[in-house]
């Protein structure tokens, strides 16, 4: 059963940091590029930032470009994203996506709500 499960969401002050985690299951995640994505109240659900699934590479929507930061560790199935300098406009709810292009399958998380606010 394949199963992306993300933690690590909550409430922060703006300029705060934050770590989502992903834990990914039930599927090759080593073949796998991964995403973050985000929505926000009544808004369109919207890439966040995207790394390849060796982690060589990595994208980031130009909103969080300097800021936040997508890492993986395949050894243990999990994307990282770390986010700093929060503001917020970040507030939205943060799903983790996998997707194999070859394949052309990708996989949901059930998300995870991060609130900036004072």
């Known amino acids: 059963q394949v199963q992306l499960v993300e933690s690590g969401g909550g409430l922060v002050q703006p300029g705060g940091s934050l770590r989502l985690s992903c834990a990914a299951s039930?599927?090759?995640?080593?073949?796998?590029?991964m995403s973050w994505y985000r929505q926000a109240p009544g808004k369109e659900r919207k890439l966040v930032a995207r790394i390849s699934s060796t982690g060589g590479s990595t994208n980031y929507a130009d909103s969080v470009k300097g800021r936040f930061t997508i890492s993986r560790d395949n050894t243990k199935n999990t994307v990282l994203l770390q986010m700093n300098s929060l503001k917020p406009e970040d507030t939205a709810v943060y799903y983790c996506?996998?997707?194999?292009?070859?394949?052309?399958?990708?996989?949901w998380g059930q998300g995870a709500q991060v609130t900036v606010s004072s």
């Open positions: 996506n996998a997707i194999n292009y070859y394949l052309n399958q990708d996989y």
């Open positions: 039930g599927f090759t995640f080593s073949r796998y590029a």
